[in-house]
T-cell receptor, first 113, second 112 residues
Framework: KAGVTQTPRYLIKTRGQQVTLSCSPISGHRSVSWYQQTPGQGLQFLFEYFSETQRNKGNFPGRFSGRQFSNSRSEMNVSTLELGDSALYLC????????????FGAGSRLTVL | GESVGLHLPTLSVQEGDNSIINCAYSNSASDYFIWYKQESGKGPQFIIDIRSNMDKRQGQRVTVLLNKTVKHLSLQIAATQPGDSAVYFCAERGGDTDKLIFGTGTRLQVFP
């Protein structure tokens, strides 16, 4: 079955703009989480959604937001972009349950100029 | 966000040798641990996991060891191959959540 699909794969924005990233989870997976990966800070948790509800949020400013739709697809939005937001944004999906496996997508690479 | 440091340690091994990648985790309440492999241009790929009620788990060519006393996790790769070259991350999780805390990562380089 198809894996986690993230779009767009690459994008370039300028400071002050906003961006929306999309994630389609594996069919049947109802949990979606987002991570930011940078060379300096590594992989950091952004948020987690299950059945359209945010279950957990990482330590990021309010400029970072997300949502999940009834078909489990998810979007994340970053407003008022800063240079430091340049990163690889990874989406992962799981079927939930203890010791379930998170499957990651290839990521959306955002460059802020 | 949680800081995972600036430096990416590198392990260089010869093809055919065994590799051992180490990780210190942070939360004694974590009950589930995972190793991921990330190749250039790709997202992290699941390798193997282990629950806190176990101290060893084996997969195909890979073994994960968990020492809860010192909060240490290791990944052993037998007969390392060029295709094993990648960055390896350990991750920990506590409870019924998809929030993972990732380690810094280790770059594994395999040379002929």
């Amino acid at each position: 079955k198809a894996g986690v699909t993230q779009t767009p794969r690459y994008l370039i924005k300028t400071r002050g703009q906003q961006v929306t990233l999309s994630c389609s989870p594996i069919s049947g997976h109802r949990s979606v989480s987002w991570y930011q990966q940078t060379p300096g800070q590594g992989l950091q948790f952004l948020f987690e959604y299950f059945s359209e509800t945010q279950r957990n949020k990482g330590n990021f400013p309010g400029r970072f937001s997300g949502r999940q739709f009834s078909n489990s697809r998810s979007e994340m939005n970053v407003s008022t972009l800063e240079l430091g937001d340049s990163a690889l944004y990874l989406c992962a999906s799981s079927s939930k349950g203890w010791a379930n496996v998170l499957t990651f997508g290839a990521g959306s690479r955002l460059t802020v100029l | 966000g949680e800081s995972v440091g600036l430096h990416l340690p590198t392990l260089s091994v010869q093809e055919g040798d065994n590799s051992i990648i180490n990780c210190a985790y942070s939360n004694s309440a974590s009950d589930y641990f995972i190793w991921y492999k990330q190749e250039s241009g790709k997202g992290p790929q699941f390798i193997i996991d282990i629950r806190s009620n176990m101290d060893k788990r084996q997969g195909q060519r890979v073994t994960v060891l968990l020492n809860k006393t010192v909060k240490h996790l290791s990944l052993q790769i037998a007969a390392t191959q060029p295709g094993d070259s990648a960055v390896y991350f350990c991750a920990e999780r506590g409870g019924d959540t998809d929030k993972l805390i990732f380690g810094t990562g280790t770059r594994l380089q395999v040379f002929p």
